[in-house]
């Protein structure tokens, strides 16, 4: 789809494959890559593992982590039990 405008994405792919926003068209059955329910449950997986890391940290510790955006986001789905759609409605960084 590279030289494409975006807004022919939806003819291209399907409505049913990709999730609109205001913003940016999100592809939800990527060939070759993660789709966002995988990527919700490695960021628990992530969450879970900085859990052991830190359980022994006073609980006023801060821990910096860096992220792409799309996995930040998920990050946030996991962290707040919020489902992985409306953090991409909602969230846009």
Sequence with gaps: MAGLPTSSIPAICGDDKILKTDTINYFLDPEGAETFPQLVDRAKRLLDHIETLTKDLPTDSSILLVTHGDFGKMLLAAYYDIPWEDV??????
Excluded at 88 to 93: A, E, G, V
Aim: glycine share 0%; charged share 15%.
């Design 88 to 93: 991409l409605r909602q969230f846009h960084f």
